[in-house]
């Protein structure tokens, strides 16, 4: 099992729709969990920070279940400014203060 | 936050040639750290960087193929050696959040490069 998996999608919604997607990963000791947001031909960037068991911020929420060992983000009344790619990432339980990203779930918003 | 200056954003290289990939940063830094990104793919960390010592290296990449410099806690380079083809790719370089958090991390733009 790969340590951070997510639907590589594409998500493709109008304007105005909620979505969701998941990101499941392995190591069941994490605590924190992170969404970065890469828009196409751009930089990832800090989107939401997720250490217990959920953030909201605006549309944006961010859940997390750790029986099942998933993260969900959630994005409410979608703008065609949120078509981008949504990477989950976690932490390694080691100190080596790495990053493990996931593959990535892109959105498309459409008018 | 904090504020990363990469370049060259982009460039096109002859096979067997070298390009070094710079990164400056406006806060001291400890941690640097540099991605290569395939296009549509994620994130894979090719070596972490910290001033005054070797930089750490992940499984498939080496020092030879991309040496790495830190001389100061703001700025770092990342050499890509006698190129081939399969180097085309994205570089990016990163920098732990400079007010502590050291699980996030804030990006340079990125250099795209493409190998004839």
């Known amino acids: 099992r790969k340590e951070v998996e997510q639907d590589p999608g594409p998500f493709n919604v109008p304007e105005g729709a909620t979505v969701a997607f998941n990101c499941t990963y392995s190591?069941?000791?994490?605590?924190?969990f992170f969404w970065y947001r890469q828009d196409c031909r751009k930089e990832p960037k800090l989107l939401m920070s997720?250490?217990?068991s959920g953030n909201e911020d605006g549309r944006f929420t961010a859940q997390l279940n750790r029986a099942s060992q998933y993260i969900s983000l959630l994005i409410r009344d979608s703008k065609l400014s949120d078509s981008a790619t949504y990477l989950c990432?976690?932490?390694?339980?080691?100190?080596?203060?790495?990053?493990?990203f996931g593959s990535g779930t892109r959105l498309l918003v459409r008018p | 936050s904090a504020v990363i200056s990469q370049k060259p954003s982009r460039d096109i290289c002859q096979r067997g040639t070298s390009l070094t990939i710079q990164c400056q940063v406006d806060s001291q830094v400890t941690m640097m750290f540099w991605y290569r990104q395939q296009p549509g793919q994620s994130l894979t960390l090719i070596a972490t960087a910290n001033q005054g010592s070797e930089a750490t290296y992940e499984s498939g990449f080496v020092i030879d193929k991309f040496p790495i410099s830190r001389p100061n806690l703001t700025f770092s380079t990342l050499t890509v050696s006698n190129m081939s083809p399969e180097d085309s790719s994205i570089y990016l370089c990163?920098?732990?959040?400079?007010?502590?958090?050291?699980?996030?991390?804030?990006f340079g733009a990125g250099t795209r490069l493409s190998v004839l």
């Open positions: 190591n069941s000791a994490s605590q924190s």
């Open positions: 990432v976690v932490p390694p339980m080691d100190s080596s203060y790495k990053l493990i």
């Open positions: 990163s920098v732990e959040d400079p007010e502590g958090d050291l699980n996030i991390q804030y």
């Open positions: 997720v250490y217990s």
